[in-house]
């Protein structure tokens, strides 16, 4: 069975630091593209980063350009999103996804999400 | 990259047939084939519907089915049942810059 486990989530204030991880397990981690989806609270689903199963395609949300970076470890079947210069607008839950295959364009198995609150 | 667009809401009775729209640009919708659609129950985390327009994965029903035309994707939900009360989001393949872009979600109720 596919699990996925984000944590790291947090109180943090304007212009902090965060960085996120994602426990995987139950697939063979080191094939598949891995994403980050965040939801700010009410509102509606946005894309933040994907990373390909080798690290050759590492993609981002024009808005967190220069201030988030994706990465994993393939030896721990981790992924992790460090959040740098951090704003009130990235207040959101922050799903890990996995893609239906790599480079696949979709996010097939999701985790439970870890909530980034951004507030002084 | 703007979000795609997605009427706030739709509804419809037990059993009936609603249809969902998500109209984005020749940009994403409508130069790729990789358009996905996502349910979320409340306090839930998203579930896959449908990928690549029209496929299902394992386990998901048949009521759920998706098709494209141009620059619009939509999602029908035949059969609708109280169950089926969530919100949905369509997602699509925008190139190598934007990579992926979200609809603005419809909230469904079953009336």
């Known amino acids: 069975e596919v699990q996925l486990v984000e944590s790291g989530g947090d109180l943090v204030k304007p212009g902090g630091s965060l960085r996120l991880s994602c426990a995987a397990s139950?697939?063979?981690?080191?094939?598949?593209?891995m994403t980050w989806v965040r939801q700010p609270p009410g509102k509606g689903l946005e894309w933040v980063s994907s990373i390909s199963s080798s690290t050759s395609y590492i993609h981002y949300a024009d808005s967190m350009k220069g201030r988030f970076t994706i990465s994993r470890d393939n030896a721990k079947n981790s992924l992790y999103l460090q959040m740098n210069n951090l704003r009130a607008e990235d207040t959101a839950l922050y799903y890990c996804?996995?893609?239906?295959?790599?480079?696949?364009?979709?996010?097939?198995?999701w985790g439970q999400g870890t909530l980034v609150t951004v507030s002084s | 990259q703007s979000a795609l667009t997605q009427p706030a809401s739709v509804s419809g009775s037990p059993g009936q047939s609603i249809t969902i729209s998500c109209t984005g640009t020749?940009?994403?919708?409508?130069?790729?084939?990789?358009v996905s659609w996502y349910q979320q129950h409340p306090g839930k985390a998203p579930k896959l519907l449908i990928y690549?327009?029209?496929k299902r994965p394992s386990g998901v029903s048949n009521r759920f089915s998706g098709s494209k035309s141009a620059n619009t994707a939509s999602l029908t939900i035949s059969g609708l049942q109280t169950e089926d009360e969530a919100d949905y989001y369509c997602c699509s393949y925008a190139g190598r810059s934007s990579l992926e872009v979200f609809g603005t979600g419809t909230k469904v109720t079953v009336l």
């Open positions: 020749s940009s994403d919708v409508g130069n790729y084939n990789l």
């Open positions: 139950g697939f063979t981690f080191s094939t598949y593209t």
């Open positions: 996804a996995r893609e239906g295959y790599d480079s696949s364009g979709y996010s097939a198995y």
């Open positions: 690549e327009v029209t």
